[in-house]
């Protein structure tokens, strides 16, 4: 967690005991309710501007070696780049669907699936579906303990976090994009 560095420390997850909403009439049932207590307790608090699961990158909009330097980055409306500026980026995205990601790993099971987690289900995945899934995962129905589904949540779409949660999601894949292709200016 960088504790040697000084950019962070490990510390215990502590997740929200806030109700999930009416939207959600269920308790106890879905990996996404404690998320992440489900596949881990404990995490890395990050010092200043160091963000990541090791604290090791700047927070966004920081850069420099120690996160100091305040850095604008300015998206072009898609419709105002230039065909060149297209051109990359219809490449950055081939070259993340062949990019293994160094860092994340998917669940290829529910928890349940996972006997309450002794029997892990994970593999490796690529940069580009690393994002699918992330966004899949977000928005996927509800498997309930009787083995149906309930098909009538989406916490990505149809609760408060909407914007936060997509807003988040751009930054983070925009970051991943840069660490795959070097390039710091892209988003």
């Known amino acids: 967690c960088g504790e040697v560095s000084g950019r962070g420390v490990c510390q215990d ?28 307790n404990r995490t890395c ?16 909009g920081y850069t420099g070696p120690n996160c100091t330097v305040r850095r604008n980055m300015i998206r072009k409306e898609i419709f105002r780049m230039t065909t060149a500026e297209k051109d990359k980026l219809i490449a950055y995205l081939n070259l993340a669907k062949r990019t293994i990601s160094p ?47 309930w098909a009538n949540i989406d916490f990505a779409h149809e609760a408060p976090g ?3 949660w997509h807003r988040f999601f751009l930054l983070l894949w925009e970051r991943e994009i840069q660490k795959v292709t070097g390039d710091d200016n892209f988003t």
């Open 103 to 149: 860092d994340y790993v998917i669940t290829t099971g529910t928890y349940e699936q996972m006997n309450n987690g002794s029997n892990p289900m994970f593999a490796d995945i690529n940069v580009y579906d690393l994002f699918v899934w992330l966004h899949y995962y977000a928005s996927r129905d509800a498997f309930l303990e009787d083995g149906s589904v």
């Open 13 to 40: 997850v502590v997740p929200s005991n806030s109700p999930v909403g009416a939207q959600f009439p269920f308790s106890g049932i879905d990996d996404r309710e404690n998320w992440p207590i489900v596949f881990y």
């Open 162 to 164: 909407f914007l936060p």
């Open 45 to 60: 608090q990050c010092q200043g501007n160091f963000m990541g699961y090791n604290c090791g990158e700047c927070r966004f």
